[in-house]
């Protein structure tokens, strides 16, 4: 089946403007990871949804940092007031509900790489 | 001091050498241990995991967890120019949400 999907794949930006990130998570997963990855680094948490909970926000790093999840299913990471900071590759994982620990499979998709310039 | 470190590499062995990539973390609350492969420009993929201690093995790879010292290893065997890319380790405790990733370890096999 397909895997997880995120657009734009490349996205370049000037500093002050809004970006808006979208991610389609593998049908049937009811979680939902945002990370970033800046150069030569690790991935860093940024939020995660399940099901209709309330999401964890424990890892945005400003307030300009927003991330939504629709219907849940599709999820849009938006950026305001960019900063050169903020250049990253963002990536969506999505997780299955079922069985203890599942959070351990996530599934990737291949990231959206954010420049600021 | 990170949670989980990580030796960057980059890890350059000829093919069909043993590999060995290492983490260590210092949270003694993580229950959950992962490895994960990163080709350039792509998404991670999980390559395996384990609970708690022990080994587990998988085809050409093995990992192993000793929580009492707080480090996790990857070992490949034989290894091909195809398992040139970034691993990762990640791990969670029970009930946490999101993984703690290691920075990773760039490795080339060189045919």
């Known amino acids: 089946g397909a895997g997880v999907s995120q657009s734009p794949s490349n996205k370049v930006t000037e500093k002050g403007k809004d970006v808006e990130l979208r991610c389609d998570p593998i049908?049937?997963?009811?979680?939902l990871y945002w990370y970033r990855q800046s150069l030569g680094q690790g991935l860093e948490f940024l939020i995660y949804?399940?099901?209709?909970?309330?999401?964890?926000k424990s890892g945005l790093p400003s307030d300009r940092f927003s991330a939504e999840r629709t219907g849940g299913s599709v999820s849009t990471l938006t950026i305001q007031r960019t900063q050169q900071e903020d250049s990253a590759v963002y990536l969506c994982?999505?997780?299955?509900?079922f069985g203890a620990g599942s959070s351990y499979e996530q599934y990737f998709g291949p990231g959206t790489r954010l420049t600021v310039t | 001091q990170k949670e989980v470190e990580q030796d960057p590499g980059p890890l350059s062995v000829p093919e069909g050498a043993i590999v060995s990539l290492n983490c260590t973390y210092s949270?003694?609350?993580?229950?959950?241990f992962m490895w994960y492969r990163q080709y350039s420009r792509k998404g991670p993929e999980l390559l395996m995991y384990?609970?708690?201690?022990g080994n587990k093995e998988d085809g050409r790879f093995t990992a192993q967890v000793d929580k009492s010292s707080k480090y996790i290893s990857l070992f490949i065997r034989d290894s091909q120019p195809s398992d040139s890319a970034t691993y990762l380790c990640?791990?969670?405790?029970?009930?946490?949400?999101?993984?703690?990733f290691g920075g990773g370890t760039r490795l080339m096999v060189k045919p």
């Open positions: 384990t609970y708690s201690s």
């Open positions: 049908s049937g997963h009811t979680a």
């Open positions: 994982a999505s997780s299955s509900p």
């Open positions: 990640a791990m969670n405790n029970n009930a946490g949400n999101m993984l703690t």
């Open positions: 949804f399940q099901g209709n909970s309330a999401p964890d």
């Open positions: 949270n003694s609350a993580f229950q959950y």
